[in-house]
C-alpha cells in the first residue's frame, strides 16, 4: 500500500506560479514512477508529467513542457510540481499517482492522492 497527500493547490493570474508538493507513505520501490494528472470539469484525467523515483526519467505532457518543472526527493519520499506561466486552461484538480510501471496512462496507475484544486483565473 503506498499513501498520497497532494498539497500547494489555490487560486493564481494568468502568468503566476504555483508549486503542488505530493508526500508519498507506505510501500514505495525505487523503480517506481509518480506521476501528476489534472482533470477539468467535464473532461477526463489527463497526463501532466512523470518521473522515476531515482529522477532518472521524465517525461512531459506538451501542454506543459517549457512551463512545468517536476521533481523528486527520494530521501524524503516527496515529489513537486513547479508551475510557472500559468494559463487559464491549466485550471483543473490534480492529482499524484503511483505506479509500478513508468507510463503517461491513468489506469496503469494503482494509487492516488486525493486531489488538489488549482484555479487560473484573473
Known amino acids: 500500500q503506498v499513501q498520497l497527500v497532494e498539497s500547494g493547490g489555490g487560486l493564481v493570474q494568468p502568468g503566476g506560479s504555483l508549486r503542488l508538493s505530493c508526500a508519498a507513505s507506505?510501500?514505495?520501490?525505487?523503480?517506481?514512477?509518480v506521476a501528476w494528472f489534472r482533470q477539468a470539469p467535464g473532461k477526463e484525467r489527463a497526463f501532466v508529467a512523470l518521473?522515476?523515483?531515482?529522477?532518472?526519467?521524465?517525461i512531459y505532457a506538451d501542454s506543459v513542457k517549457g512551463r512545468f518543472t517536476i521533481s523528486v526527493d527520494n530521501a524524503k519520499r516527496t515529489m513537486e510540481l513547479q508551475m510557472n506561466s500559468l494559463k487559464p486552461e491549466d485550471t483543473a484538480v490534480y492529482f499524484c499517482?503511483?505506479?509500478?510501471?513508468?507510463?503517461?496512462?491513468?489506469?496503469?496507475?494503482?494509487?492516488w492522492g486525493q486531489g488538489t484544486q488549482v484555479t487560473v483565473s484573473s
Open positions: 507506505g510501500r514505495t520501490v525505487s523503480s517506481d514512477a
Open positions: 518521473i522515476s523515483w531515482s529522477g532518472d526519467s521524465i
Open positions: 499517482a503511483s505506479s509500478s510501471i513508468f507510463s503517461r496512462i491513468a489506469s496503469l496507475y494503482r494509487y
